[in-house]
């Protein structure tokens, strides 16, 4: 069997990271996630909160101090794609897995063996997700659709070639709200073991 990889991208609270890791259970590889922030945050000698709150947004007060003049939080977050984009490819030629976000469907786009997944779910589906799943209240559940699903669009556009919109780069659209968790990992083993596995 060769080896392939699967990129998973998905909207705020429709659970593609939940259903990335029963994924990763039923095809018996490794899925990757926060691990490649760990992993962008010891390259960098950075704490890894600080890392992890400015990957995909500008507004890390840290940066502002820690960078008055010169290089900037721009340049900052530059450097922190570059070293993701590294850690993904080494990822990506080293064993099938499952990349969670981080523009790896856009890096991977040429790699033979390649499935880009997109995850998404009605806006009351993922609002129902945020407070029994994620235990946030009403107004944070709001704010965070918004600010993240806008953040993810804004730093895609800004690193993804030929980015259009979420559909840009994708193989498989899948919703959510339809399967359920265990059910979305279901569809997508049986997609994955009739494409790579056979």
């Known amino acids: ?13 429709s659970m593609g990271r939940s ?12 899925f990757y996630d926060r691990d490649i922030v760990e992993e962008t945050a010891k390259r960098m000698q950075l704490p890894l909160s600080l890392v992890s709150d400015t990957e995909e947004t500008s507004g890390s007060v840290y940066f502002k101090r820690q960078y008055p003049l010169g290089m900037g939080i721009s340049s900052m977050q530059d450097e922190i794609f570059l070293i993701q984009k590294n850690i993904i490819e080494d990822l990506a030629a080293k064993e099938s897995c ?7 469907d856009s890096i991977l786009h040429s790699m033979k063996n390649r499935l880009s997944v997109f995850v998404f779910a009605p806006y009351e589906s993922r ?3 945020c407070i029994h799943h994620l ?3 009403a107004s944070t559940a709001e704010k965070m659709i ?25 193989d498989l659209m899948l ?7 265990e059910g979305s990992a279901a569809v997508l083993e049986t997609v994955i073991r009739d494409r790579f596995m056979q």
Do not use: W
Request: hydrophobic letters at 30%; glycine letters at 4%; aromatic letters at 12%.
């Open 135 to 137: 235990g946030m209240d």
């Open 19 to 30: 259903i990335a890791h029963s994924l990763s259970e039923r095809l018996q590889i490794p």
């Open 146 to 170: 918004r600010s993240v699903d806008r953040s993810r669009q804004l730093y895609h556009k800004r690193y993804c070639e030929n980015y259009k919109d979420e559909y840009s780069n994708k």
């Open 127 to 129: 609002y129902d997700n």
């Open 175 to 181: 919703n959510s709200s339809s399967f359920g968790i």
């Open 1 to 13: 069997m060769d080896k392939f990889v699967i990129t998973v991208s998905r909207q705020f609270a």
């Open 98 to 104: 499952i990349i969670v976000g981080r523009c790896a």
